[in-house]
């Protein structure tokens, strides 16, 4: 085991995992932290914490995973590579681990211009594949960056993202293999709307050899209102809408837009179960954390397996 998190034993175990997503607030308010959490409890297998998603500024992501393991849940302790260098990521690595924290998930980060602070200096010191490597190097080796060793080395199971709708498609499957080689344990992707796009993704990851070495979680967002779906298409890089989601939207009665939209993300929960090179779903259901009690009963996700 490499760290013995809740989330590395369900996928070595070969059971279909069911992640979470839980978002700190813009405040110290603890109370918030835990409402949020209540829900998720028995529900998830894991549940990401975001570190200052979308550029704006929220309580850090090491303190709501402390809170959330309070509450019963085995955070995903997310660290982007927007606001440290690699000295204090290399820190906050060390101080994770050593308050319980068992998995981590490596990422870019949005950029600083997209949030409430677009004067801010970008530091992007390593990248989000260099993170990757940078933990398990103190891992494994139980060395710094600069080759000092570590009195101690963190034990975290290590997670990274993807997305297989941005552009060239031909070279997405080449940058998850980057972070495969990088020392990646495990994936969650982008939003999926687009499923064509997805199928043709993972059978690349397949025939590459890829999905032996990393567990893929693919990322499912139900959609609340037609409104998001069109902000999502029209406004968010990297996410790929195609019209057929919005045309299904809008030919539902409008007090059951959130209900057919929470139905599409059960079928493609469903459809993930059955996909070769898929090991779970990583549900983003954003701000409406009281959903996922009911999104993973339809999904026909629960009871959640103990390992």
Known sequence: MKSGSNLE?????????FTGELG??????VEAVREKAKPLVGNVDAVNITDNQT???RMSSWAASLIAIEEGLEPNYQ???RDRNRLAMQADILGASALGIRNMLCLSGDHQQFGDHPQSK????????QLIGTVKKMRDEAKFLGG???????????GGAANPFAEPHEWRVHRLAKKVAAGVDFVQTQCIFNMERMRTWVKEAVDMGLTEKVYILAGVTPM???????????????MDVPNEIIK???????KKVADEGIKIACEQIEEFKEMKGVAGVHLMAIEWEHKVPEIAERANVLPRPVV
Not at 122 to 129: A, N, P, Q
């Open 79 to 81: 660290m982007v590579c």
């Open 24 to 29: 700190p607030p813009r405040g110290s308010n």
């Open 9 to 17: 034993k369900i996928l070595r175990a070969g059971h279909f995992a």
């Open 55 to 57: 550029a704006m500024v």
């Open 224 to 238: 609340k209102s037609i409104g998001m779906a069109r902000y999502m298409q029209l406004k968010v890089p990297g």
């Open 148 to 158: 000092a060793d570590i009195d101690g080395p963190p034990k975290l199971f290590i």
């Open 122 to 129: 970008g530091v992007f010191d390593i990248d989000s594949t």
């Open 248 to 254: 299904r939207l809008q030919g539902v009665d409008k």
